[in-house]
T-cell receptor, first 115, second 111 residues
């Protein structure tokens, strides 16, 4: 158990809909990361938040957005869903803000299926 | 651009030694990580290299050559439970500590 929690575990929804994925980091970790893993693309970085502020952005679509709240939990919002958004979405946390040693601890993931 | 290459699949037998290679081309370098991921589960941290050389941790070792943009993960005394995907990831010079992952090497260990 990494100490990172994610809900829900599974989500099935229709194209065009909007969903929210939730993540609680390990106790004491200020950085939260979101990753998308699909069979053909592998694990892709979406976005990082540190202590409530956006720190780094990766291959995140404009239809996707995230935020980190004062209690450090984070939410990833996916809207206007398409079939290609079906994937495993992982949240990870670490104590690091920037470069250097920063082992990331991954949550169990949310499997999103868009039908 | 940023590119991380690993073999797609490898097979080995119990008790053997296997080496999984990773080559990378990234904008800057601030460390290389290896993660293990069993099917449908979260990646778990195995090792971290930021300086050239070998880091040993039990049955697993990881090597880095920054000048060659090359790393390998060495797994000794293979066990069936080592069957998993092994992900090479680099922290480049982008802001934050986000990791750029390779597509992973699926290792199958047979008896």
């Amino acid at each position: 158990d990494s100490g990172v929690t994610q809900t829900p575990k599974h989500l099935i929804t229709a194209t065009g809909q909007r969903v929210t994925l939730r993540c609680s980091p390990r106790s004491g970790d200020l950085s939260v990361y979101w990753y998308q893993q699909s069979l053909d693309q592998g694990l892709q970085f979406l976005i990082q938040y540190y202590n409530g502020e956006e720190r780094a952005k990766g291959n995140i679509l404009e239809r996707f957005s995230a935020q980190q709240f004062p209690d450090l939990h984070s939410e990833l919002n996916l809207s206007s869903l398409e079939l290609g958004d079906s994937a495993l979405y992982f949240c990870a946390s670490s104590s690091s803000r920037d470069r250097g040693w920063g082992e990331q601890y991954f949550g169990p993931g949310t499997r999103l299926t868009v039908t | 651009g940023q590119n991380i290459d690993q073999p797609t699949e490898m097979t080995a037998t119990e008790g053997a030694i296997v080496q999984i290679n990773c080559t990378y081309q990234t904008s800057g370098f601030n460390g290389l990580f290896w993660y293990q991921q069993h099917a449908g589960e979260a990646p778990t941290f195995l090792s971290y290299n930021v300086l050239d050389g070998l880091e040993e941790k039990g049955r697993f070792s990881s090597f880095l050559s920054r000048s060659k943009g090359y790393s390998y993960l060495l797994l000794k005394e293979l066990q069936m439970k080592d069957s998993a995907s092994y992900l090479c990831a680099v922290n480049g010079d982008q802001a934050g500590t986000a990791l750029i992952f390779g597509k992973g090497t699926t290792l199958s260990v047979s008896s």
